[in-house]
């Protein structure tokens, strides 16, 4: 849907809110092996954040006015 490689998904959905992730992270000197399941709530609110990046959203735009 994204057209987008599977090192750019990952990169993109590391941190995201409500993506579900499974696995053994964090064993030392062993690869970690971690699968993520990002549910459509969060693909649809990711997808709309790429195709409009000067969008900022209302909250967001009071903390910034301010100082």
């Given at each position: 849907m994204l057209a987008l490689s599977q090192k750019a998904i990952r990169c993109r959905f590391r941190d995201e809110p409500g993506v579900l992730r499974f696995?053994?992270?964090k064993r030392g000197h062993q690869r970690?092996?971690?699968t993520i399941r990002i549910p459509a709530s969060v693909l649809e609110r990711v997808?709309?954040?790429m195709m409009r990046p000067d969008f900022v959203p209302v909250a967001d735009q009071d903390k910034k006015g301010t100082k």
């Open positions: 696995g053994k992270e970690d092996y971690v997808y709309r954040r």
